[in-house]
Structure formats: structure tokens, C-alpha cells
């Protein structure tokens, strides 16, 4: 082709592989701004709502106390108040000592915590592999 070219037609390989490279590095660049200031506001609504699931936690724990109140208020029309307090923290006692035999048994359950069967499994694949190699 004879007359004038256009720039692109002027530049060299070089050159061009070197703007390929700037433009990837500047697109890397901004994608990783945009990923950093995805993550900031989603961390930001993860610690929102971690905050209002601990306040809700705290106020399940005063409804508790409340219907546990209640409970002693009503077995106090038929009993002395003294006696009320004592049946609602028997059968306290009661659920939490359940409640206790059941998550010892689920630990013990759980222990040792190493992955058993995954190593079993391991020791017989390194048996089979070493099989294989002397045959």
C-alpha cells in the first residue's frame, strides 16, 4: 500500500504487545478495585447483621427470664412464692442436666478429633501403590 498509514499500521509489534500488557494490568487493576469494594460492603452488611442476630440473641435470652417469671408468678397462686422458685429452678436443673449427658455424649462421640477414615483410607491407597510398584 502506497500513501499515508495509519498510526496502527506504524506501530510496531513491540509496542503493541507493550500496550497489550498496560491495558491488561490496568484492567486487572480495576477489577481488583472493584472486588475490594464489593467485599467492604458486604463485610460491612455481615457485621450489621451479626450485630442485630446478637441483639436478638440477648433479648430471646430476657423473653426466657420473662416466661420463667411467669411460670413462677402463676405456681405462686396456688403455692407459696418460695415454693414456686424452687419447683421452676428444680425443673431448671432438670432440663439443663439433660442437656448436659446429651453434649457429653455428643463429644465423646466426636473424639479423638482426627479424620479416621480418611487416614485408613490413605494407608490403603500408600498399600496398593506400594503393591503396584512391586510387581
Not at 464489593?38 to 430476657?62: D, I, N, P, S, Y
Amino acid at each position: 500500500m502506497t500513501g499515508t498509514h495509519s498510526d496502527l499500521d506504524r506501530t510496531s509489534t513491540g509496542e503493541l504487545v507493550g500496550r497489550l500488557s498496560e491495558q491488561m494490568s490496568q484492567l486487572v487493576r480495576g477489577e481488583m478495585r472493584l472486588a475490594q469494594a464489593e467485599l467492604q460492603a458486604k463485610g460491612k452488611r455481615l457485621g450489621l447483621g451479626v450485630g442485630m442476630a446478637g441483639a436478638a440473641a440477648v433479648l430471646t435470652w430476657f423473653a426466657v427470664a420473662a416466661l420463667i417469671g411467669a411460670g413462677i408468678a402463676t405456681l405462686a397462686l396456688v403455692l407459696p412464692v418460695w415454693a414456686s422458685a424452687l419447683i421452676a429452678a428444680a425443673l431448671l436443673l432438670v432440663v439443663a442436666g439433660a442437656l448436659g449427658l446429651v453434649a457429653r455424649s455428643q463429644a465423646t462421640e466426636a473424639s479423638p478429633v482426627i479424620p479416621e477414615q480418611a487416614i485408613a483410607g490413605t494407608q490403603r491407597d500408600i498399600e496398593t501403590i506400594k503393591k503396584g510398584v512391586h510387581r
